[in-house]
């Protein structure tokens, strides 16, 4: 059984700060040749107080941290985090290569918009690097629209750029 909860406990912490580090091994994995790059946007997004301190950066109502269960195990993970203006920014998606095809990435991609929603944002951005050709594929299919905003310093210059209105989005 898939369940998708808010990450609350620090046992919960725990569990997606090893999900987040598999996220950033699968990274490097994947793109090896932006090795350099991907430590330099680790850096700026201050990427390790975070994931250790994630129940005070990404919980409301500035932020949320969704954590996806299969049967009772830590699979996948999915942050939010207000960029102001009534704009948040979905980030850090992360699917156990084990645990691809079950529905957890769109079930983390809809509870996210869901509570974003809820939490009073109307848009919400993202960036996903070029050959996320998977998670691309996913967040098109969930109405993210290409996005022209203007890219800030934690984005690579390849990144692509999307976003949703949350306001008007059919359910």
Same mark, same amino acid.
């Given at each position: ?7 609350? %406990? ?6 997606? #700060?090893?999900?987040? #580090? ?16 991907? &430590?330099? #946007?680790?850096? $700026?997004?201050? =990427? ?8 005070? $950066?990404?919980?409301?109502?500035? +932020?949320?941290?969704? *954590? ?11 942050? *939010?985090? &207000?960029?102001?203006? +009534? ?6 998606? =992360? ?7 079950? +529905? ?13 929603? &809820?939490?009073? =944002? ?9 050959? $996320?050709?998977?998670?691309? %594929?996913? #967040? ?7 996005? &022209? ?11 692509? *750029? ?10």
């Amino acid at each position: 059984m898939l369940d998708i909860d808010p990450v609350r %406990s620090k046992a919960q912490a725990d569990e997606v #700060y090893e999900l987040a #580090y598999e996220f950033t091994d699968w990274l490097r994995g994947r793109y090896p040749e932006m090795a350099k790059e991907i &430590d330099v #946007y680790l850096r $700026h997004q201050k =990427f390790d107080e975070q994931i250790r301190e994630v129940l005070i $950066h990404f919980t409301p109502p500035k +932020g949320e941290c969704l *954590l996806a269960r299969q049967d009772g195990r830590p699979i996948g993970i999915l942050m *939010l985090k &207000d960029l102001g203006g +009534g704009v948040c920014e979905m980030n850090r998606m =992360f699917v156990r290569p084990s645990a691809r095809g079950l +529905g957890a990435g769109r079930a983390l991609v809809e509870e996210l918009k869901r509570r974003a929603r &809820d939490m009073g =944002f109307r848009t919400m951005t993202l960036s996903a690097l070029p050959r $996320h050709h998977e998670a691309l %594929s996913l #967040y098109r299919s969930c109405g993210f629209k290409p996005d &022209d905003r203007k890219r800030d310093a934690g984005n690579s210059d390849n990144a692509v *750029l999307m976003a949703i209105d949350l306001g008007t989005e059919s359910e």
